[in-house]
């Protein structure tokens, strides 16, 4: 039996005077308006990081072969010059880390600058087609206050490190003997020094989008912010241990400044102050200090000498994040960090 329809310009109304609530007398209601729900990311956390972190170097080679290739062919029609380090580059060890970055210490910049191209585009692409997230949605975002937060963690950075460049001059451990030119012989020091600045913004943008937008966000989807603090860090460290000079003291270093840079990222809810304080550290480390950056010499304003007995204090050929100056300052960094946090949730809960 068919309900009866009702004119919806005139309601009908129950015996006691009260709306109709239901049933055959019921008003015709038009029915809600049904909302998508959000797409979900086609993997979980884990399986997600771990594609991201095998396709980032599985699709980096297969780039850098096409781009060879291309190269080859272009080099043979006799349209591009090759520069003169093919020999160089063959007596090379391909090890030997330390000796391809000399041999390719006039090309470094491009490089780091192409790297991070690659990795922001390689970023977005896995993130939108598997997670259904943006570079916004990570943190990669110019929000209001954006610039300050950048500020604050380069101000935070130099801070550390100027402690410990001050500690390690002070037991002995390391000795300035005056200026340097900053710049290798036949680059000018201003273009050396604005392609100093781009390099190491890059590497902190693309670094941070890597290891504290994805890595570390997608982990704290499933895992929670302690686990995935850890986890992160961990990752980050071992990604550095590649470099020349590294050990056990300074992938433990490096841990504790990946923990570093993810409070900031939690602190802010955007990259902008981890990204502030990682290429004020490097930048400060290797050309205001004239230190090793992750294994990595450059040249910088101080002609800085390393006294050899001491040099667990400064880390020697990796830099003071494999030494023990850089393990005090982030202890004290963490415990003063804990403290406030503690301080504060005390006095809340008295409050």
Known sequence: MESPEYDRDEPVESPTGAEPSGGPTALARPPAAV?????QPLFGPYVSVL??????????????????????????????????????LAAIGVMDIEGILKVMEPYLLHLVVASGIYTILYTWVFSLVLDRKRLRDLGL?????????????????????????????????IRVEGFARAAPEGISVLVYFLGALLAFLSVGVYEELMFRGYILQRLN?????????????????VMHGLNPGADAFGIFNTIGIGAILCVLYFRTGSLW????FHTAWNFSLGYLYSLPVSGIPLHGVLD??????????????????????????????????????????????HS
């Open 35 to 39: 909302q998508p729900s959000p797409r």
């Open 51 to 88: 594609l991201y972190i095998i396709g980032y170097f599985v699709v980096g080679v297969v780039i850098s072969m096409m781009l060879a290739t291309v190269l080859g062919l272009l080099v043979g029609l006799g349209v591009v010059q090759m520069p003169p380090i093919e020999e160089e």
């Open 141 to 173: 975002r110019f929000h209001r206050g954006w610039f300050g937060n950048f500020a604050k963690g380069a101000a935070l950075a130099v801070l550390i490190l100027g402690v410990i460049f001050t500690f390690s001059l002070a037991v002995g451990s």
């Open 221 to 237: 989807d499933r895992a929670g912010k302690t686990v995935s603090i850890l986890v992160s860090s961990v990752i980050f460290a």
């Open 273 to 276: 102050m981890p990204i502030g």
């Open 304 to 349: 800085v000498v390393e006294i050899e007995p001491a040099s667990r204090l400064t880390g020697g050929s990796y830099g003071p994040e494999a030494g023990l100056a850089c393990t005090v300052a982030l202890a004290v960094w963490g415990a003063w960090l804990i403290w406030k946090r503690t301080g504060r949730g005390s006095t809340e809960g």
